[in-house]
């Protein structure tokens, strides 16, 4: 059991980039999601799936998009990379609501 | 809106001291509470709580939950420099799917 994984761990896009954060978990879940850390700010949603070809925004989802086509995979897009999006990303999946999240190792994206 | 609230922001101690972590919460449906401590990584799970008034404990670490004043405690008693983190607290609403809300987290460095 992998657990859930994010690649890349780094990168570096220039303003107006795009780029696709890979996650994948192998424990069937059902829920996933995507969150943004930024200093100090604890974490923030970005976009969830309840299930594979069902996704919702979150509270900060401009500039990004995800697809569920699997149970297995959640990419977040960006389109038009900007400043703004510098941040850890972190992506998370739960099998029912009774255990905490797992989470992916993160992704540390910064934009030039 | 719902909210969770953490404090202090920060905090500083030397080795042996015990800490207590506040998180108050104003959330629509509430189901659980959710402790998780993150070193420079992914956060890790620490913590769930669901009942009021039971004690969670492991080890040195111990949280406790009043969902009458709406706020949980995190103690860490005899701390170490291996207990230096990011403590982030979250709250799981009672509805399928939906996302864990985060607050922002306490900072706590523990000096030899």
């Known amino acids: 059991n992998a657990g859930v994984t994010q690649t890349p761990k780094f990168r570096i896009l220039k303003i107006g980039q795009s780029m696709t954060l890979q996650c994948a978990q192998d424990m069937n879940h059902n829920y996933m999601y995507w969150y943004r850390q930024d200093p100090g700010m604890g974490l923030k949603l970005i976009y969830y799936?309840?299930?594979?070809?069902?996704?919702d925004k979150g509270e900060v989802p401009n500039g990004y998009n995800v697809s569920r086509s699997t149970t297995e995979d959640f990419p977040l897009r960006l389109e038009l990379a900007a400043p703004s999006q510098t941040s850890v990303y972190f992506c998370?999946?739960?099998?029912?609501?009774?255990?905490?999240?797992?989470f992916g190792s993160g992704t540390r994206l910064t934009v030039v | 809106e719902d909210k969770v609230v953490q404090s202090p922001l920060s905090l500083v101690v030397h080795e042996g001291d015990t800490v207590t972590l506040n998180c108050s919460y104003e959330?629509?449906?509430?189901?659980?509470l959710l402790w998780y401590k993150q070193e420079k990584k992914a956060p890790t799970f620490l913590f769930m709580l669901t009942s009021s008034g039971i004690e969670k404990k492991s080890g040195r670490l111990s949280s406790i939950l009043d969902k009458k004043e709406l706020f949980s405690i995190l103690n860490i008693t005899a701390t170490q420099t291996g207990d230096s983190a990011v403590y982030l607290c979250?709250?799981?609403?009672?509805?399928?799917?939906?996302?864990?809300?985060f607050g922002k987290g306490t900072t706590l460095s523990v000096s030899s």
């Open positions: 998370a999946s739960i099998r029912d609501r009774g255990k905490g999240y797992t």
């Open positions: 959330v629509t449906n509430f189901r659980s």
């Open positions: 979250a709250v799981g609403r009672n509805q399928a799917g939906t996302a864990l809300i």
């Open positions: 799936s309840v299930g594979a070809g069902i996704t």
